[in-house]
């Protein structure tokens, strides 16, 4: 099961994107968990759960420097796009994630 989990600054917001992220998934059979935190957890939520991808909502695009150099070497990190984000698109999100673990897999990353 693939991991992908979203941050953001209380969690709350990316939660509705997280969710829809979830149901594309499962619509689709795929075995994939999505989940919110807030960026202030990620260091455990990193290292406890060791997700496959970290997401950064638009909203902490700040931190986004900072936690590719602290994570990406074993867990590659994107940044949500603002339109995907604004739109709650969670199946383009969704594919955007998947396609960004295949890549790495393939080693182009």
Do not use: W
């Not at 260091?43 to 900072?66: A, M, R, T």
């Amino acid at each position: 099961m693939k991991r992908l989990y979203l941050f953001c600054d209380q969690g709350m917001s990316t939660s509705l994107l997280a969710s829809r992220m979830q149901d594309c998934a499962d619509k689709h059979m795929l075995p994939i968990e999505v989940n919110a935190f807030s960026y202030k957890k990620m260091q455990s939520i990193v290292e406890e759960k060791h997700p496959d991808i970290i997401l950064l909502g638009p909203q902490v695009k700040y931190l986004f420097d900072e936690t590719k150099k602290r994570f990406d070497e074993r867990t590659p990190v994107m940044l949500i796009s603002q339109e995907d984000y604004g739109m709650m698109d969670g199946e383009k999100v969704l594919k955007k994630a998947l396609l960004l673990l295949q890549k790495r897999k393939r080693g182009e990353l």
